[in-house]
């Protein structure tokens, strides 16, 4: 089978806009977290998110791509144009059949659906856009990358809540690693910072409250978490071939060389306290990369900040690692980025490369009130530096679905 390299990363997150600008903020703890001003949030109960603060589409996009996409779609397009600069593929010297697309998205456009549908109910069906349709869909994203890039290859959509990316992720590599195709752009976006999701969340009571201390409000495994942020953004992966990286002198960030995925078969939105499925997926990715438990030094956690998810989490980690978790840094981008929801696995297995190939373990920011149930190496507040060959990216989505992708920190031979 051949190896899977990872050599284009592009980012559109609440704390920067590009991989530089990312990176360091995660490194010097840096909350992407504020009162939503998209929109006035004072009749909900929770009244803050990860919003893209910075994000200017006119640097990337043309205007007809902002009039047309739907923002998830907008983010995504933008994510790979940076991704792809960053690879410095030269498309042009490619055979572009053996390019593909597996792009993830947990809601899509709900953003244009809540605004189609306002213009439906005031003006009826003639005032519907006939973009509507085809900004609403979440497999628009993959189609879109495909269509600005000219690439030909295997390309679909991918929805599993907030495991999506992870999917898209793994199915990229095993298309590579069977030979199917040479290079595949993966990952994940949403725009979900808009009333209609707001209201569903807080229905749900999923989401923090803590709405005077925005940058305090997601803090996983702590003690007093009391809910997640819901956050928007992209992160866009480059998968190419080892052997054809190796031999163009590319920038490679590190390898991908397993996947896993289970099912709870348990609960819509709750996990199963047993943590068995979510075991089963990581035992899984550990067999694909033929490596064992001991070989990984670092666990990027799901880690939501809701009470469940992290206790869970926990135990999962325990069941897989034994007494051996206590020595294994683990920590949540969440706690600085909120939740991308479809688009997390995304950024979160960026942030493992990073952590690999910089030798730096990114904190996990407001851990301030130990829980008896989340008693493991969090890395809390301040980033560690250490030099880690094998970890393993965790994510958990609503449905029951699980994600585990194990990664290797790239040596030059």
């Known amino acids: 089978m051949l190896r899977v390299a990872v050599t284009g ?10 991989l530089p600008a990312f990176w360091n903020s995660l490194k010097n703890g840096k909350s992407g977290v504020c009162r939503i001003t998209k929109f006035d949030p004072s009749p909900f109960t929770s009244q803050i998110a990860g919003e893209l603060s910075d994000f200017d589409p006119t640097t990337r996009l043309s205007s007809k791509e902002i009039h047309r996409l739907d923002r998830f779609c907008q983010y995504a397009l933008f994510a790979t144009y940076e991704a792809v600069e960053d690879s410095k593929l030269d498309f042009e010297k490619l055979d572009r059949d053996r390019i593909g ?4 998205s947990g809601v899509g456009g709900i953003i244009t659906w809540t605004r189609e ?27 879109t990358i495909a269509i600005k890039l000219g690439v030909r290859g295997p390309n679909f959509g991918v929805v599993s809540a907030c495991a999506s990316s992870g999917h898209a992720i793994g199915e990229s590599f095993r298309k590579i690693r069977s030979g199917e195709t040479d290079i595949m752009i993966s990952g994940g976006s ?17 989401l923090s409250t803590r709405n005077d201390e925005p940058e305090k409000a997601s803090r996983p495994f702590d003690k007093d978490r009391d809910g997640f942020i819901m956050a928007e953004g992209a992160a866009t992966l480059i998968l ?8 163009r002198g590319a920038h490679i960030y590190g390898e991908i060389i397993g996947y896993g995925t289970s099912d709870d078969a348990y609960h819509i939105t709750a996990p199963d306290e047993t943590g068995d499925a979510q075991a089963l997926g990581i035992k899984m990715a550990l067999k694909d990369a033929n490596i064992k438990e001991d070989d990984i030094g670092y666990i990027n956690a799901h880690g939501t900040s809701t009470i469940l998810n992290d206790k869970v989490e926990t135990q999962v980690v325990k069941k897989v690692f034994g007494e051996r978790v206590y020595d294994i ?9 909120g939740h991308l929801l479809g688009a997390t696995s995304a950024i979160e297995a960026a942030t493992t490369l990073m952590t690999l190939k910089e030798g730096i373990i ?3 920011i407001n851990y301030e009130t130990p829980d008896p149930d989340c008693d493991l190496n969090y890395t809390p507040n301040k980033s560690v530096k250490k030099d880690i060959e094998y970890a393993i990216s965790n994510s958990f989505g609503f449905g029951g679905h699980n994600v585990t992708l194990a990664i290797k920190k790239y040596r030059t031979p």
């Open 117 to 143: 549908n306002k213009k439906f109910l005031e003006g009826g069906p003639k005032r519907v856009s006939p973009f509507f349709i085809p900004s609403l869909i979440i497999n628009t994203a993959a189609g």
């Open 101 to 104: 697309v597996i792009y993830a």
């Open 9 to 18: 990363l592009g980012i559109v997150s609440p704390v920067g806009i590009g």
């Open 240 to 247: 190419e071939r080892m052997d054809y990286a190796e031999k």
């Open 362 to 364: 990114t904190p996990t």
């Open 329 to 337: 840094n683990i920590s949540s981008t969440k706690s600085m980025t």
């Open 190 to 206: 949403e725009a979900p910072i808009d009333p209609l999701a707001l209201a569903g969340f807080c229905a749900m009571r999923a």
